[in-house]
């Protein structure tokens, strides 16, 4: 058995392809949401589709002096939110399914490595190998003030009540 830590592009490709090549893989993916990993779930996707509709406010209000009698500010931004939240939810279905189709299974739960022992959920678990691809964390600099309310991450910006009128973003990844 191998045993694949992590349900994110690298890690799906690592199992799938070992599945594929007949391999006994189980994938381990701790995240409740599914498989897909920091990008899909609370990473770059958000961000880009974030982006479009900035993009897509900035265009109107350029429309808006040729004539285009639409509005940009009418859009709702708790309906963005939730339409986000349900692509991100359809593609991580897809995602599963496709991880499914190529004969890994998927085992929800954390994996924690001591030594020679593998523990998933606390249940030592038999391997013949392990890979580790269980991701990237965002390093959050240490800024006056960024951990006040009002402040968001790229992990937090769903939880965003209301979108503001101004807003500052430090960063680029």
């Known amino acids: 058995m191998i ?18 090549a007949g391999k006994k893989v189980q994938l381990i ?8 990993g920091q990008c899909l779930h609370q990473g770059c996707m958000i961000i880009c589709a974030l982006n479009d509709v900035a993009r897509f406010i900035q265009q109107a209000r350029v429309f808006q002096q040729y004539g285009f009698l639409g509005s940009a500010e009418g859009f709702s931004y708790p309906v963005l939110i939730q339409k986000m939240q349900e692509i991100i939810r359809i593609i991580a279905g897809v995602l599963e399914e496709e991880t499914i189709q190529a ?23 038999p391997y013949e190998a392990v890979i580790v691809a269980s991701g990237a964390h965002p390093r959050i600099p240490e800024i006056s003030g960024c951990c006040l309310p009002g402040v968001y991450t790229a992990h937090t910006i769903l939880s965003m009540p209301t979108l503001p009128k101004r807003m500052v973003i430090i960063g680029s990844g």
Request: net charge positive; glycine share 20%; hydrophobic share 40%.
């Open 103 to 125: 004969g890994v299974e998927i085992i929800r739960g954390s994996a924690e490595i001591q030594g020679e022992t593998l523990r998933i959920d606390g249940v030592e678990t």
């Open 29 to 36: 993916e701790k995240r409740s949401a599914g498989v897909g």
């Open 3 to 20: 045993v694949v830590i992590g349900g994110g592009p690298a890690g799906r490709y690592a199992a799938m392809r070992l599945a594929r």
